[in-house]
Structure formats: C-alpha cells, structure tokens
C-alpha cells in the first residue's frame, strides 16, 4: 500500500503556520471597551480597542491596565515614564469628571500593566492603529462620502 503525498506540501506548511499564529495571538490580543472620558479626545466612550496582553510598553503608549486601588475595573491611560515602582499612567483629558490616574494612585506595578493599546477596531468610523511613537491614530480605511464638486 502506497501512501499518497500531498501535492503542494508548502501549501499545507503555510496553512498550518498560519492556524498556530491565529491561535497564539487569540492568547495575547485582548479586546477593551472604553467607558469613561478620561482619555479624550483620541478615545471616546463606546470605542472598542485591541490590546496586545503581555507586551511592554514604551513612553507615550496608550496601556491597558487592572485599577492599581481596586483591581477592577480595568483602567485605559497614556504611559509616560517608567519608574522603580511601576508606570505612571496618566489621563489625557485631565478636567474629566472622576478621572483618576497616577496623579492620585501613583505608579501602577508591572503586574498590573495588561499591555499596549495596538487598535481601535469600534465604531467603524474611528477604526485605526496607533502609530509607532504611539502619538496619533492612523485611519485603518477612510469613510464618508466622495468630495462633491462645485459648479461655477
């Protein structure tokens, strides 16, 4: 009995590196709704974002992390600096109602760092990456209507 070969072996490769990268990064993306209004204007409520679990951070990367105070729920800030005791997440909307950043808790532990914001994916309107110095949005697609001619 002869066993049959696949016809295109570096097809069936492909295939199965591709199965084992979706299923590793279902382990370390993570997705986050934003609640509050501390991050305005460059996150607004009702956002969904895309967070790379485990990954460090850099100065100036928008983080995810769990409330240095009470563990839940999880807190959305920007990483300024690195220090002994942890990161020092701050809002960028500092005159929200309720915001509470490292200004009142001080610097959150490493621990308590679950990773770097890498997209927005909701509402599709604001879908986007952030950008490498992790400063500005970049558009993922651009919506809205065809620019409209004038006549004269």
């Known amino acids: 009995m002869r066993i049959?070969?696949?016809?295109?072996?570096?097809r069936w490769l492909l295939a199965g590196a591709a199965v084992a990268a979706f299923a590793a990064a279902?382990?370390?993306?993570?997705?986050?709704?934003?609640?509050?209004?501390?991050?305005?204007?460059?996150?607004?409520?009702?956002?969904?974002?895309?967070?790379?679990?485990?990954?460090?951070?850099?100065?100036g990367d928008l983080v995810v992390a769990l409330h240095p105070e009470r563990g839940q729920p999880l807190i959305v800030k920007r990483a300024t600096h690195r220090s002994r005791d942890g990161w020092w997440l701050e809002s960028d909307n500092q005159a929200a109602p309720g915001r509470r950043d490292s200004w009142d808790f001080g610097a959150v532990p490493d621990a308590l760092v679950l990773g770097p914001v890498v997209a927005r994916y909701w509402p599709p309107s604001r879908m986007g990456t952030m950008t490498?110095?992790?400063?500005?949005?970049?558009?993922?697609?651009?919506?809205?209507?065809p620019a409209q001619r004038s006549e004269q």
């Open 26 to 59: 279902r382990r370390t993306l993570v997705a986050v709704e934003v609640t509050g209004e501390s991050m305005l204007p460059g996150l607004c409520p009702g956002d969904w974002l895309i967070v790379r679990a485990g990954a460090r951070p850099a100065p």
């Open 4 to 10: 049959p070969r696949p016809r295109h072996p570096e």
């Open 132 to 145: 490498q110095d992790g400063s500005r949005w970049e558009a993922a697609v651009t919506l809205g209507r």
